[in-house]
């Protein structure tokens, strides 16, 4: 049987990734624009972890970015560098979004483009 607040928190989580304020939403946003799952996410951020808790955290506040990263990343025993370059992306994505609203295929196109190899030897540029 499982215990009710476990339901509780699971909806929470859900409700926070329909919420820009909540790093749910964050987490959710980059699942979508990178096109991973939970587990991938989890190990980039340096341990498995569980997507409730953190969701239900705010976003980080650009006047205390780093230190609200930190805050979230020592809670929950993760890369800080990782839970802010993700929150970063997500960020970046939005902002062009909000700059150029009407083009929109033109952000989805270079997202999706790959770097061409560079040189005769066929050396990638990533």
Known sequence: MREPGVDLL???AERAAERPAYLGWVLSRYLDLEGLD????????GRSVDFA???????????????DVRA???RFDLDAGALAR???T?????????EAPQDRGA????RERR????????????
Do not use: N, Y
């Open 115 to 126: 770097r061409e190899p560079k040189g005769d030897e066929g050396e990638s540029t990533h």
């Open 107 to 110: 952000l989805l196109a270079a």
């Open 10 to 12: 699971q909806r929470a």
């Open 72 to 74: 979230v990343a020592e």
């Open 53 to 67: 808790p953190l969701a239900l955290c705010l976003r980080p506040r650009p006047d205390h970015f780093a230190a």
């Open 38 to 45: 939970w587990p991938a996410v989890a190990a980039a951020l």
């Open 90 to 98: 997500v960020d970046a994505v939005d902002a062009m979004a909000r």
């Open 86 to 88: 993700i929150v970063r």
